[in-house]
């Protein structure tokens, strides 16, 4: 690279109108959540501060008009806390209808109804709350009493009940309580709808056709029955309610950010790196459905061993709450029947044999649970020692229930009656479902379609784990390991791009990702349009139609007095052309960011190319670039067909390279290199002048996603 100083060449805000206030239910909530749910005072206080703010883009509610905010949090990191803070201080500021739109199976919709009720009654006098699970017409009467106090003057404020209704995300549950509603008047009554795990079900999986899919267009009914309302998408996978188009009803107007607690343990953990935690399953005991072995995967043996002896550790310290396994190695319910059979299995002949004292054959599990044992200690700094283990084994062992947990049982896990539980299942042991204690994950399942949503959820294991992290052990698929690993820098981006524009209108965010091109942000079967994975031709990004830009490129020229500074210096052996090295921040900041290119084609590459810098920024804040001024500023003639140039760069000389390499030789191989050239567009009758023009260069171009449905 030409060598020369450095050169700097470089500065936003917002505020929300509206101010909700903390009244009653949220500070007794926020003492809820200090004394009775054990959250630090400074995590609490987020919550609040938060919910807040999600609130005020709500508006305020005796100004409100429909509108809908996407809240996006981990998976397991909180959401329903946040919810519940929303739901209080919503109380607070004057809202009379909380409607929590919750999960599409009954466990989901159970555990988050019976959370959010017990916290928001702990927070206020029971009689604040008037609370009903999927209602019906019949339910109209309990309304219209409500109605007259909302309305009449002769009740004090603090008199007047609030309505919070828990309905199931399917549409038949959906009518009904649409029915209700539409059945009285509720036109200037303020409302807040949740709806949890919003990019499940909810979206139009009919984007490009006349009818609406059922669920979809139940939401859409309920929301108008409701004229003055906010509408709040929370979930740990935004990709499908980010990528649906932006007239979508469901397409955010506004998006807020989650904060996970401090003992949060997420995918950094898991997956930023070689993990103590984290196991390959072997591919000769990834199984397909149907072809299951005999004999018990020695991995799955090895898991097993491991969580036992975890539980035992529990039990001899007397530890509080629950230690919990999860076998997820299928969608298939047959396959769920088999595993759980092998960990009856195994269980039984367990304990039979540990209590045979003497036996060479209990000698010989010992020497298993002893490595069991030692593999923990390398992570577990409170492990008792392995003696006191074994006097505990026979019990932890023998009281740990073994229950499946799919759509065949159908059961609910009575976590009251043990310590220690294991699950075998699998779609219902996904999205939204808390396993308490989790320590041990054993996970064979294949990542199918790659689909990145879906991988994500069945992250069970994330969640509040840091006191007992050190018992946390992982087995999965090779490939879902590997997914797992691309997804987090993907959502890491995401979250922050989401943060980047906090307080700015949603419609106008051109949505814009770093995806692996392995993954595919969601189901396509939402997205009326498709998204773009852009390539560049050896690094490079040249534009078509640079005279289609503000003014006939006047807008970009003046941009370009952001170089005024900039002294350029003639290359050695070319000196037509000049050429400056720069600190790459001041130059993307003052002139592609802004930068302006009208052509669709031109202006998804200049964002590819923005992204890709902007990634690297974050990678190295004091990076440089080279830039060039082609021909030194001089114009060059460029005939345009059909609106767009043939070719921008000049080509090598025919004279051979070592006349005149030509222009995509003026680059650094190992730093972005920026060329503006200035250009004259000539076609048929047009005659344009003095259009500038950049070309850059990206050493190491990154898996972007565009999606721009404009």
Avoid at 100 to 110: C, M, Q, W
Avoid at 386 to 392: G, R, S, T
């Amino acid at each position: 690279m030409p060598s020369d100083e450095t050169i700097d060449i470089i500065d936003n805000s917002h505020v929300h109108d509206w101010r909700p206030i903390i009244g009653e239910v949220g500070s007794r909530l926020r003492q809820y959540f200090t004394q009775s749910a054990g959250i630090p005072d400074s995590e609490s206080d987020t919550i609040i501060s938060e919910a807040l703010t999600v609130l005020s883009r709500c508006g305020p509610p005796n100004a409100l008009h429909p509108t809908t905010g996407l809240v996006c949090g981990y998976v397991q990191s909180g959401k329903t806390a946040s919810m519940t803070a929303v739901a209080g201080l919503a109380r607070d500021n004057g809202y009379r209808v909380i409607i929590l739109i919750a999960g599409t199976t009954t466990n989901l919709v159970g555990q988050n109804r019976e959370r959010m009720e017990t916290q928001l009654r702990a927070a206020a006098p029971e009689w604040t709350w008037i609370m009903k699970a999927n209602p019906k017409l019949r339910d109209k009467n309990d309304i219209e009493s409500l109605l007259q106090e909302w309305r009449s003057s002769a009740y004090d404020e603090a008199d007047r009940r609030t309505l919070f209704i828990t309905v199931m995300k399917n549409h038949v549950h959906l009518r009904n309580l649409c029915e209700l509603l539409s059945a009285v008047d509720l036109s200037e009554v303020p409302a807040i709808l949740f709806d949890d795990e919003a990019d499940q079900a909810s979206l139009n999986t009919r984007p490009n056709d006349p009818s609406l899919s059922t669920t979809y267009r139940s939401i859409l009914e309920l929301r108008a029955a409701l004229q003055k309302h906010a509408y709040l998408q929370y979930t740990a996978t935004p990709q499908a309610p980010l990528l649906i188009a932006r007239i979508d009803a469901l397409s955010a107007d506004f998006a807020e950010l989650v904060s996970p607690g401090g003992g949060y343990v997420g995918g950094q953990l898991f997956f930023a790196g070689e993990s103590p935690y984290v196991e390959r399953i072997p591919p000769a005991e990834v199984f397909r459905d149907g072809q299951l072995p005999d004999e018990v995967p020695k991995s799955l043996i090895r898991a097993l061993q491991l969580f036992f002896v975890g539980v035992a550790a529990g039990r001899y310290a007397n530890a509080n709450g629950h230690r919990s396994m999860l076998i997820h190695p299928s969608k298939a319910t047959a396959t769920h029947q088999r595993y759980h059979q092998w960990a009856n299995l195994l269980k039984d002949n367990w304990h039979r044999v540990l209590l045979a004292v003497g036996e060479q054959d209990r000698e010989e599990l010992l020497d298993e649970f002893k490595a069991a044992h030692d593999d923990i200690a390398c992570t577990a700094g409170d492990l008792p020692p392995f003696e006191a283990i074994v006097k505990k084994l026979p019990a932890a062992i023998n009281q740990t229930s073994v229950a499946l947990v799919n759509s065949i049982d159908g059961r609910e896990i009575s976590w009251d009656n043990g310590y220690s539980h294991i699950l075998v299942g699998g779609e219902k042991l996904g999205r939204g479902y808390t396993v308490k204690g989790l320590t041990v994950t054993y996970m064979p399942r294949s990542p199918g379609g790659w689909t990145a949503d879906t991988i994500q959820q069945r992250a069970r294991f994330f969640g509040y784990h840091s006191d007992y992290l050190g018992f946390c052990r992982v087995y999965l698929h090779p490939d879902v390991q590997a997914a797992f690993t691309a997804y987090i820098r993907h959502e890491e981006d995401m979250r922050n791009r989401i943060r980047d524009h906090q307080g700015l209108p949603m419609k106008e965010w051109r949505r814009v990702f770093y995806l692996d091109r392995r993954l595919a942000p969601t189901r396509r079967n939402v997205l009326a349009s498709p998204y773009d994975r852009p390539r560049l031709s050896d690094g490079w990004f040249a534009p078509r139609s640079p005279q289609l830009s503000g003014g006939e490129g006047s807008e970009n020229r003046q941009l370009l007095g952001a170089l005024k500074d900039v002294v350029f210096r003639p290359n050695e052996q070319y000196p037509q052309h000049h050429f400056a090295v720069c600190h790459l921040r001041d130059v993307f900041e003052r002139v592609l960011v802004p930068w302006s290119y009208l052509d669709d084609r031109d202006s998804v590459g200049l964002c590819y190319v923005n992204c890709c810098l902007e990634s690297l920024l974050e990678r190295e804040p004091d990076a440089t670039c080279l830039i060039y001024r082609m021909d030194s500023g001089r114009q060059r003639v460029r005939r345009l067909s059909n609106g767009a140039i043939p070719q921008l760069f000049q080509g090598r000389s025919s004279a051979g390279s070592e006349s005149y390499p030509g222009d995509r030789a003026f680059a650094d191989r190992s730093v972005p290199t920026v060329q503006i050239h200035t250009l004259t567009l000539e076609e048929e009758t047009t005659h344009v002048a003095d259009v500038p023009a950049v070309a850059i260069r990206i050493p190491k171009p990154e898996d972007f996603l565009i999606h721009d449905d404009d």
